[in-house]
């Protein structure tokens, strides 16, 4: 064997080494993606994946000595995964290809990989004897394709040849594997990062609806503590002032009850008649406020929605746009509704102080708020009740210039 011989084995063997990890490279990048976005994985990718990298290694590589020890580490692969349909299918279609490119009989290759799979299955949950059994398995190989060469090992220098491509193989063993250990390494951990994630967000939710709730007891401990029941006109005065704390609490902690499980009953609603309602509920509210209000819409515009949740979204959006009024400033706020062929789009914008682009980016977090007595809740329950009646809600806004709400909803 030459050094050309060598460098040729060597070649196939980079060869064989980027065919094989491209699509599980491929797989790892999706597997990330899956988790990201907190979707289940299905093994099926999996097994495709082993199996084009089977398909790749056989067409592509040209030395029956690298081939027959590249095919292999698909079959290490789905040893590490625990894939047991895989691994016996895999060694069915390798041990065929090996008998035929060696020109023996396939039963014994068949004997050969159907031992390796009972070793498999004694020792699979031993993490320690998993690493053996692969190591062993990858040497046997290894020495199987190097025994094609039929090098004279009376021969120095054919013996060191057998000793670097061992040495070789093994290393291209390992790098791939171990690749893959730390791909899934890295999944794993950026798994567990993601459940401390949730549960620290879960942890701080549940902080801000005690504070939120803590806050109108507390007023309402105090008035109770300092009513004197022998003057009528200042119990009225503290009994409406507790009532209102009172029903603020229960505001709380139904709307987060609510959220994440909301139920619509939708029903066709003559928009005008629900816009003219909201408009005389809120009005006292712009009177006081000192609120410029213009709504803009045609009669008899027909909408299937559930009428409570609906009226609830709007109301939220026109009640922020109303506290995001600058000081000794008028607040010009306008509602327009369009009707399209496959929409109907209802705009709201206002002259406010409008947001910077952190708060607009978390602005539909739940319990995230920037007001002293905000609870967090309604922006995220009015984007999930939007997304429930199949429509999208957008927001749109600049320091200093006010605040765009859009939100299109889809004509039956």
Same mark, same amino acid.
């Given at each position: 064997? @030459? /050094?050309?011989?060598?460098?040729?084995?060597?070649?196939?063997?980079? #060869?064989?080494? !980027?065919?094989?990890?491209?699509?599980?490279?491929?797989?790892?990048?999706?597997?990330?993606?899956? $988790?990201?976005?907190?979707?289940?994985?299905?093994?099926?990718?999996?097994?495709?994946?082993?199996?084009?990298?089977?398909? +790749?290694?056989?067409?592509?590589l040209d030395s029956s000595v690298v081939l027959i020890f590249m095919i292999n580490i698909p079959l290490l692969v789905s040893y590490l995964k625990n894939r047991d349909s895989t691994i016996i299918l895999l060694s069915i279609i390798i041990s065929f290809y090996i008998s035929k490119v060696l020109s023996i009989s396939v039963f014994y290759f068949v004997f050969e990989y159907l031992v390796y799979y009972g070793l498999f299955k004694i020792i699979k949950n031993n993490n320690r004897f998993m690493d053996v059994f692969i190591s062993i398995k990858c040497f046997i190989v290894s020495i199987e394709s190097i025994l094609l060469l039929n090098l004279n090992y009376n021969n120095v220098f054919s013996f060191l040849y057998f000793i670097l491509l061992i040495i070789s193989f093994i290393i291209i063993t390992y790098l /791939?594997?171990?690749? /893959?250990?730390?791909?899934? @390494?890295?999944?794993?951990?950026?798994?567990?990062?993601?459940?401390?994630?949730? %549960?620290? %967000?879960?942890?701080?939710?549940?902080?801000?609806?005690?504070?939120?709730?803590?806050?109108?007891?507390?007023?309402?401990?105090?008035?109770?503590?300092?009513?004197?029941?022998?003057?009528? =006109?200042?119990?009225?005065?503290?009994?409406?002032?507790?009532? @209102? %704390?009172?029903?603020?609490? #229960?505001? !709380?902690?139904? *709307?987060? &009850? *609510?959220?994440?499980?909301?139920?619509?009953? =939708?029903?066709?609603?003559?928009?005008?008649?629900?816009?003219?309602?909201?408009?005389?509920?809120? $009005?006292?509210?712009?009177?006081?406020?000192?609120?410029?209000?213009?709504?803009?819409?045609?009669?008899?515009?027909?909408?299937?929605?559930?009428?409570?949740?609906?009226?609830?979204?709007?109301?939220?959006?026109?009640?922020?746009?109303?506290?995001?009024?600058?000081?000794?400033?008028?607040?010009?706020?306008?509602?327009?509704?369009?009707?399209?062929? $496959?929409? !109907?789009?209802?705009?709201?914008?206002?002259?406010?102080?409008?947001?910077? &682009?952190?708060?607009?980016?978390?602005?539909?977090? /739940?319990?995230?708020?920037?007001?002293? $007595?905000?609870?967090?809740?309604?922006?995220?329950? &009015?984007?999930?009740?939007?997304?429930?009646?199949?429509? &999208?809600? +957008?927001?749109?806004?600049?320091?200093?210039?006010?605040?765009?709400?859009? !939100?299109?909803?889809?004509?039956?």
């Open positions: 064997m @030459s /050094i050309g011989d060598f460098m040729y084995i060597i070649n196939e063997l980079i #060869l064989g080494t !980027i065919l094989t990890l491209f699509p599980l490279t491929i797989y790892t990048i999706y597997i990330s993606y899956l $988790n990201t976005f907190y979707k289940k994985e299905k093994n099926i990718y999996l097994d495709f994946v082993l199996f084009s990298s089977l398909i +790749l290694v056989i067409k592509y /791939i594997l171990n690749l /893959i250990i730390k791909a899934d @390494s890295f999944v794993e951990v950026k798994n567990v990062k993601m459940e401390l994630d949730k %549960e620290k %967000e879960l942890k701080l939710a549940l902080f801000k609806l005690t504070h939120e709730i803590k806050n109108p007891i507390a007023v309402c401990r105090g008035y109770l503590e300092m009513m004197n029941y022998k003057d009528i =006109k200042r119990v009225e005065k503290y009994f409406n002032i507790i009532s @209102s %704390e009172l029903n603020r609490t #229960l505001l !709380i902690i139904n *709307d987060f &009850s *609510d959220y994440g499980k909301l139920k619509i009953e =939708k029903d066709f609603v003559d928009l005008s008649i629900l816009l003219e309602e909201i408009y005389n509920t809120l $009005n006292p509210l712009f009177k006081k406020k000192d609120v410029d209000v213009e709504f803009r819409y045609d009669e008899e515009i027909y909408i299937d929605v559930d009428y409570n949740r609906f009226k609830q979204v709007l109301i939220n959006i026109l009640k922020n746009s109303i506290e995001a009024k600058k000081d000794n400033e008028k607040l010009f706020l306008k509602l327009d509704v369009k009707v399209y062929k $496959n929409h !109907i789009s209802i705009r709201i914008r206002d002259t406010g102080i409008g947001m910077d &682009s952190l708060t607009l980016s978390r602005m539909c977090d /739940i319990f995230y708020t920037t007001k002293d $007595n905000g609870t967090g809740l309604g922006v995220a329950l &009015s984007k999930e009740i939007i997304k429930l009646h199949g429509g &999208s809600i +957008l927001y749109k806004s600049k320091l200093g210039k006010g605040t765009t709400v859009l !939100i299109k909803l889809p004509v039956n």
